[in-house]
C-alpha cells in the first residue's frame, strides 16, 4: 500500500497527499518512471482506478493510448497487463499495471456502467487486440 513518503517521493507534494488520501485502497505499490508515473494495481481494483483518474479534476487522464501486454515468463503473475493513459490538461502520463495469470479474466474498461457511463470507449479496440 501507499505511504505518504513514498508518495511525495514519487509525485509532487499536493497529488501525493490526493493520491494517499482518496485510493490508498486501490493501489498495491507506485513508482516513478521516465515516462510518467507507474501504479500497479488488482484486475478487481482497475475499473475503479480508471474511474478514479479520469474523472478526479486535478488528474484527468481522459484519454487511453495504448494496452500492452508482456509475458514475464514467471510461475506467478506472468502477464504484466499495462494501461496507457494521457493527460491533456496536466501533460503528463501515468501506467495502471497488474499481473494476471493465463486463464484470468480482466474487467474491460470500455463496457459501460449501470447508467449508461462508458469509461474508455476507445479501450474497445483495444482490449480486442490484446
Do not use: H
Not at 10 to 22: A, E, F, V
Not at 28 to 47: D, E, I, Q, Y
Amino acid at each position: 500500500m501507499l505511504t505518504k513518503q513514498l508518495v511525495s517521493k514519487i509525485i509532487n507534494t499536493k497529488l501525493g497527499t490526493q493520491l494517499l488520501k482518496d485510493i490508498p485502497n486501490l493501489v498495491l505499490s507506485a513508482k516513478k518512471t521516465p515516462f510518467g508515473l507507474l501504479l500497479r494495481t488488482t484486475p478487481r481494483s482497475l475499473r475503479a482506478l480508471c474511474l478514479y483518474i479520469r474523472n478526479s479534476g486535478r488528474l484527468q487522464f481522459r484519454t487511453i493510448v495504448d494496452i500492452a501486454v508482456v509475458d514475464k515468463l514467471r510461475t506467478q503473475g506472468r502477464f504484466a497487463v499495462n494501461y496507457l493513459f494521457l493527460s491533456m490538461k496536466t501533460n503528463q502520463r501515468i501506467t495502471l499495471q497488474l499481473f494476471v495469470e493465463e486463464t484470468d479474466t480482466i474487467p474491460s474498461i470500455a463496457s459501460a456502467f449501470v447508467n449508461g457511463q462508458r469509461l474508455f470507449a476507445a479501450a474497445a479496440w483495444l482490449e480486442r487486440e490484446v
